[in-house]
């Protein structure tokens, strides 16, 4: 009787065991759509057009973002985003960014400073439809995100990732403005796609209606390539 009891308890105690291993799983796989490690790079291509009123620019160059060192900001130990760009795939990397970001995971999301501005990128565990205020940190207002197309399948021109999150950060639209923002992620590379569409409509009486651009800006960064140096 004795021996029966202890193989119950022998299977129950490692269902559990498993049980709980397995519901772990996804928490911790979730944090490899934005991957930090130092050395690791990714480049992209980036279109980029301004709409004025009386004019606008348009302009193409490449990216490179890289993780360097750690440092600390009061109790959070961030990475130094290192940002390069130039105009030409033939050209040279400069020896010095242009610009330096950071980024540093917590237990339940992933935060980014761009341009001295706090976002969160991601909140965990990852979830279809689920929704958080990227703009929380920050003084810019409520902005919503939402994951969508968990663990699908993405092109990027000719590059497959098979297994990426869809970050929707904005996706509205009315007769007098546009603003669409998007992040694709993919599992062990991080951020491969990202796309912004803002738009002021022109109000006139001829064009009211007509979502005709009056000022705005299209946004367009596309992963090409990526490693670890």
Request: include cysteine.
């Amino acid at each position: 009787m004795n021996r029966f009891f202890s193989l119950i308890f022998f299977f129950v105690a490692s269902f559990l065991i498993t049980g709980c291993s397995s519901e772990q799983d996804p928490d911790v796989s979730d944090y490899q759509y934005f991957p930090i490690e130092k050395g690791m790079y990714v480049l992209y291509s980036v279109d980029k057009k301004t709409y004025g009123v009386s004019d606008s620019t348009h302009s193409f160059y490449y990216l490179k973002e890289i993780i360097g060192d750690t440092f600390r900001a009061g109790d959070e130990v961030k990475y130094r985003v290192e940002r390069y760009t130039k105009k030409s795939l033939a050209d040279p990397w400069s020896a010095q960014p242009d610009s330096v970001w950071s980024e540093f995971n917590s237990k339940n999301n992933v935060t980014r400073m761009e341009n001295n501005i706090r976002f969160i990128k991601m909140t965990f565990p990852l979830e279809n439809d689920k929704t958080w205020d990227g703009n929380a940190e920050n003084t810019l207002g409520q902005e919503f995100y939402k994951v969508k197309d968990l663990k699908r399948t993405f092109y990027v021109d000719t590059i497959y990732f098979p297994n990426s999150v869809k970050i929707i950060q904005a996706d509205n639209q009315n007769l007098i403005e546009k603003k669409y923002k998007v992040e694709y992620y993919a599992k062990h590379v991080g951020l491969i796609y990202k796309e912004k569409r803002i738009y002021e409509y022109d109000q006139s009486s001829s064009a009211i209606g007509k979502y005709v651009i009056k000022t705005g800006e299209t946004y367009v960064q596309k992963i090409y390539a990526y490693g670890k140096e």
